[in-house]
């Protein structure tokens, strides 16, 4: 079985038993003020576990927890892990969330799988190979910007909306699901035009990496360098900014951040 492979039946059933938990989950609220639940345990443990036995040479990393390391020697693959995006939503109960599982070769995004349960929709995507709703070849056609577009961005900003974003306020529909691993996965399937976050996490974004980039879209950090390889502070959890969109939409929402950066100076 390949990393990628295995990644899609792990979301899956990740998903399974999040699904199990989400009449009876209990909610605890973690030292930096986000929600954890039961399931984001119970679903971490069973997937590393498993990444684990398959993989014993690999780094696993999840959002809850510390990682599990392979024996002494540098490890080509990580997998990143994240049990339950969309928790704050999961936890009000909620649809919206997902389970979402990344593989990084040389700290490089190569596959990854994300799966909303509640959807039954499987997104998976392997270097190479495409990217994949349940059985659907995705891509993300290159359409302009326009005031039929939907565009995401998240809340709260702690010092107002910067000019670019005010500028998407007007012009553009608004929209977030509460699960970032999903957004990324609807740029992909074309759906969503543009998705900026100024306090994603490596956790958020590391499923639906390959889902994008092998659906043609374009992800970047919110300045258009490379997203990967992330620093090791953003590796233990320090955000990161980021923008997906399809090759048009990414494009001028980098040149309206640049230009609106470059004005402020």
Request: hydrophobic share 45%; aromatic share 8%; charged share 20%.
């Amino acid at each position: 079985m390949t990393r990628g492979d295995l990644a899609a039946e792990l979301v899956v059933r990740g998903g399974h038993v999040a699904l199990d938990y989400f009449s009876r989950r209990h909610v605890a609220w973690k030292p930096d003020g986000s929600m954890v639940t039961d399931a984001d345990l119970a679903i971490q443990e069973a997937v590393a576990h498993e990444i684990s036995r398959m993989f014993p040479g690999d780094v696993v990393l999840g959002e809850e927890g510390p990682p599990r390391m392979p024996a002494p020697g540098t490890a080509l693959h990580a997998w990143i892990i994240d049990p339950l995006d969309g928790t704050n939503n999961y936890g009000r109960g909620l649809p919206g969330f997902s389970v979402s599982i990344g593989v990084l070769r040389g700290g490089v995004a190569v596959a990854g799988a994300v799966y909303d349960p509640v959807a039954a929709w499987l997104f998976r995507a392997c270097e190479g190979r495409g990217a994949w709703l349940n059985d659907r070849a995705l891509y993300a056609k290159p359409r302009a910007l326009s005031e039929s577009s939907l565009v995401s961005i998240r809340t709260p900003l702690d010092d107002g909306p910067p000019p670019y974003v005010t500028a998407w306020l007007r012009q553009y529909r608004l929209r977030r699901f509460g699960s970032t691993a999903l957004q990324l996965c609807y740029v992909a399937m074309g759906a969503l035009d543009l998705v900026h976050d100024h306090r994603a996490t490596l956790w958020d974004v590391a499923g639906a990496a390959a889902v994008v980039t092998e659906a043609g879209a374009i992800l970047t950090r919110a300045d258009g360098s490379p997203l990967f390889p992330v620093s090791a502070a953003e590796s233990a959890g320090e955000p990161l900014a980021m923008l997906a969109g399809n090759r048009l939409t990414h494009a001028q929402g980098l040149a309206e951040i640049v230009a609106s950066l470059s004005a402020a100076r």
